[in-house]
């Protein structure tokens, strides 16, 4: 090989390699802090199990209990990952840690609770049902550094581009139970929810409801 053409391919081979390191540069993960995801979280809800009608609240971004300043002492941490994709927007990786998180719980789809006081009974002294949840979140959003979602909307109304893939939330708490659970008013009790929902996996849910896991339990203590 001459001179000038092992130039042009050292060249050649120079710039494919300073192409490939920018590519993988710009996809590389970043991270956020997770106060951006836990600040979008501006309405929160109940978590349903259809089988039991079972249902529970966790405070999952201590909005409740700062904005009825409940002094529960609730705490959040954990991380979001961003990956810039190909075709400008990003793949987010969310894990929330909520720790002393106010909690209740309902049956059959009603109002009528079974685990835990409301915020209002709290304000008046009665004891605070407090949980520990962990959320992980997939999601593909509009861009690198775009605004984070609130789950709701990601899940019911998204943004054009923002696509909702997995969500795991799980919660243990202990509190009090309710005469409504058959059980003498201020037993002991527990409650657990493991809510797993697949949304772009093939197969898995139906278009109403993509949640082949939505378990909600109480019991009393030592049962």
Same mark, same amino acid.
């Not at 199990?49 to 249902?55: A, H, L, R, V």
């Not at 209002?120 to 979140?137: C, E, I, K, R």
């Not at 709701?152 to 139970?177: R, S, Y």
């Not at 659970?181 to 409801?209: K, M, W």
């Given at each position: 090989? @001459?001179?000038?053409? +092992?130039?042009?391919?050292?060249?050649? +081979?120079?710039?494919?390699?300073?192409?490939?390191?920018?590519?993988?540069? @710009?996809?590389?993960?970043?991270?956020?802090?997770?106060?951006?995801?836990?600040?979008?979280?501006?309405?929160?809800?109940?978590?349903?199990?259809?089988?039991?009608?079972?249902?529970?609240?966790?405070?999952?971004?201590?909005?409740?209990?700062?904005?009825?300043?409940?002094?529960?002492?609730?705490?959040?941490?954990?991380?979001?990952?961003?990956?810039?994709?190909?075709?400008?927007?990003?793949?987010?990786?969310?894990?929330?840690?909520?720790?002393?998180?106010?909690?209740?719980?309902?049956?059959?789809?009603? @109002?009528?609770?079974?685990?835990?006081?409301?915020?209002?009974?709290?304000?008046?002294?009665?004891?605070?049902?407090?949980?520990? @949840?962990?959320?992980?979140?997939?999601?593909?959003?509009?861009?690198?550094?775009?605004?984070?979602?609130?789950?709701?909307?990601?899940?019911?109304?998204? $943004?054009?581009?923002?696509?909702?893939?997995?969500?795991?939330?799980?919660?243990?708490?202990?509190?009090?139970?309710?005469?409504?659970?058959?059980?003498?008013?201020?037993?002991?009790?527990?409650? $657990?929810?493991?809510?797993?929902?697949?949304?772009?996996?093939?197969?898995?849910?139906?278009?109403?409801?993509?949640?082949?896991?939505?378990?909600?339990?109480?019991?009393?203590?030592?049962?």
């Amino acid at each position: 090989m @001459s001179r000038p053409t +092992c130039r042009r391919a050292l060249a050649v +081979c120079l710039a494919m390699v300073l192409v490939t390191f920018a590519a993988a540069t @710009s996809f590389a993960a970043t991270q956020r802090p997770i106060q951006q995801f836990v600040a979008a979280q501006t309405s929160q809800f109940f978590w349903f199990d259809p089988e039991t009608g079972n249902s529970i609240f966790l405070d999952y971004a201590g909005r409740t209990n700062s904005v009825f300043q409940l002094g529960l002492g609730t705490t959040t941490d954990g991380t979001i990952t961003e990956r810039a994709l190909p075709d400008g927007r990003a793949r987010v990786h969310v894990v929330l840690h909520t720790r002393n998180a106010f909690t209740t719980g309902g049956f059959n789809l009603s @109002s009528t609770g079974v685990f835990g006081h409301t915020v209002g009974q709290v304000l008046l002294g009665a004891d605070a049902a407090l949980g520990d @949840s962990v959320m992980t979140v997939d999601f593909i959003n509009t861009a690198p550094g775009a605004a984070m979602p609130n789950i709701i909307q990601l899940t019911f109304n998204p $943004h054009p581009g923002q696509v909702l893939e997995k969500l795991l939330f799980v919660v243990n708490a202990d509190g009090t139970l309710r005469a409504a659970f058959g059980v003498p008013d201020g037993t002991p009790g527990s409650a $657990h929810t493991t809510q797993r929902g697949l949304f772009t996996v093939p197969g898995e849910g139906i278009p109403a409801d993509r949640y082949p896991t939505e378990r909600v339990e109480f019991r009393a203590t030592g049962q």
